[in-house]
């Protein structure tokens, strides 16, 4: 099996339209991510909240968070101390389709993202539609998306990493929502910096 990351491409159509690795769906109740090292899916951790992820969730193959994500970061933030996450780029795909399970490959065309910065790191958050998918083939802008579906991925994405009982240790903030222009911006620098950072091509 290829490796999920390194061994699949971001898509001939990228940014356009992506390949994107999904680790969760809606129905998980646990946290699941790539192991960077095997390419098998690990439980991170339960979700120890009733919150879930509201969309499909993973990430862009050959895509890395590294100077150039973290320059333009903070160039929209007027920040200077934001630096790259090391992280492959995620993406959160929204389909009325259900989907029950990951470590499958989905196309999806991105509309727009959220710029999160996690403890002084850059981690955006793609924001994109199943390519093909009826009810929300018409959006192509993250305009387009009901404020009520926003509110729910800034919700989860600014608690998911929360436990019960415990103090906030990290600060996780969303400083923007960003169109989809900013969106293949922040794709096209990340997959610099993995071509930068690792000799397969992307």
């Not at 403890?119 to 404020?147: M, N, T, Y």
Request: with cysteine; glycine share 8%.
């Amino acid at each position: 099996m290829a490796h999920p990351w390194h061994g699949i491409s971001s898509g001939a159509d990228t940014p356009k339209v992506v390949n994107a690795f999904i680790e969760m769906t809606p129905s998980d109740g646990v946290k699941y991510e790539i192991d960077k090292e095997t390419g098998f899916l690990k439980v991170d951790r339960p979700q120890k909240f009733s919150n879930i992820v509201p969309a499909l969730y993973g990430f862009i193959p050959r895509t890395y968070c590294h100077d150039k994500v973290a320059e333009f970061c903070n160039l929209k933030t007027g920040r200077t101390d934001i630096t790259g996450d090391q992280d492959p780029v995620d993406i959160c795909v929204l389909t009325e389709r259900n989907i029950t399970h990951g470590n499958i490959l989905v196309p999806a065309i991105p509309i727009g993202g959220f710029r999160m910065i996690d403890d002084g790191e850059a981690d955006d958050k793609i924001v994109a539609i199943l390519q093909g998918d009826e009810v929300f083939d018409q959006w192509r802008s993250i305009g387009d998306c009901p404020k009520a579906l926003i509110n729910r991925l800034k919700h989860y994405f600014l608690t998911y990493k929360e436990m019960p009982g415990d103090q906030p240790v990290k600060k996780i903030e969303i400083t923007d929502i960003y169109d989809k222009d900013e969106a293949y911006e922040v794709i096209n620098r990340s997959r610099e910096d993995y071509a930068d950072n690792y000799s397969i091509g992307v």
